[in-house]
């Protein structure tokens, strides 16, 4: 089982910027990635970084392709999710996942954070 601990979640005004964090322990060379859930909607895919040497290769969902960018320490464990011209309905709990598999429309994930807030006023 992969323990997940994000931090860096908070209130920004649209148009701002924040980086989310996340750090992985219990396991290592696996792929990592985050979604989110808004208000009264259901959880929602927003990226993923595959494990590699060099870094990994990178999955964003529409709705966000352009404005955030998923990276990863490889020494440090640790994913991040840095999230630029953000608007009020990126409003929601963003949760870090591990090991985060597409199963034909749906989303497989092996292991789930406790979840950050992150709110955007208008």
């Known amino acids: 089982q992969v323990q997940l601990v994000e931090s860096g979640g908070g209130l920004v005004q649209a148009g701002g910027s924040l980086r989310l964090s996340c750090a992985a322990s219990?396991?290592?060379?696996?792929?990592l990635g985050w979604f989110r859930q808004a208000p009264g909607k259901e959880r929602e895919f927003v990226a993923t970084?595959?494990?590699?040497?060099?870094?990994?290769?990178?999955y964003y969902a529409d709705s966000v392709k352009g404005r955030f960018t998923i990276s990863r320490d490889n020494a440090k464990n640790t994913v991040y999710l840095q999230m630029n011209s953000l608007k009020p309905e990126d409003t929601a709990v963003y949760y870090c996942?591990?090991?985060?598999?597409?199963?034909?429309?749906?989303?497989?994930?092996?292991?789930w954070g406790q979840g950050t807030q992150v709110t955007i006023s208008s």
């Open positions: 970084i595959s494990w590699s040497w060099s870094g990994g290769s990178t």
């Open positions: 219990g396991r290592t060379f696996i792929s």
């Open positions: 996942v591990a090991e985060p598999r597409r199963v034909g429309g749906d989303w497989s994930v092996g292991s």
